[in-house]
């Protein structure tokens, strides 16, 4: 664990990463005699959004399955806009070349935005120098 390098500690996520072999001790949890803790709400959300974001690959996995979804759903609203709009629905002038273009371009940009996430999670796994088991 020494080994491994990350901005955002996190002891419970590396030891998840270095074994298997858990086990859990119960103890007595006194009052603190220094009083409240450190920790504010706003800390607390900032560390959990750490832990999400740094051991997990979920975020990223999300992105890119909407935006393969989002792409799909945009090419095949686009494709019924282009065959109606020759066949039988008359649409205001430059509708489905308007509807087509924002489609495939906000599928593309999340498309895109994914796949480079995907390799920053990468590269982030790979700077941690996270054991493999």
Known sequence: MVDMKNSHTFLDGYL???????????INHHNSQSGESSYTLRKLIEHSINIFVTFSGHPIRFLTYL??????VSFAYSFYIIISSLTITNYDAG?????????FGFGSLLLAIGVIGEYIQRINLKTTNRQNL
Do not use: D, R
């Not at 998840?16 to 119960?26: L, Q």
């Not at 935006?67 to 799909?72: A, G, Q, T």
């Not at 509708?95 to 489609?103: E, H, W, Y």
């Open 16 to 26: 998840t990463w270095i074994t298997t072999n858990v086990s859990s001790v119960k």
């Open 67 to 72: 935006s393969i979804l989002f792409f799909v």
């Open 95 to 103: 509708f489905p070349t308007i509807a087509s273009i924002l489609g």
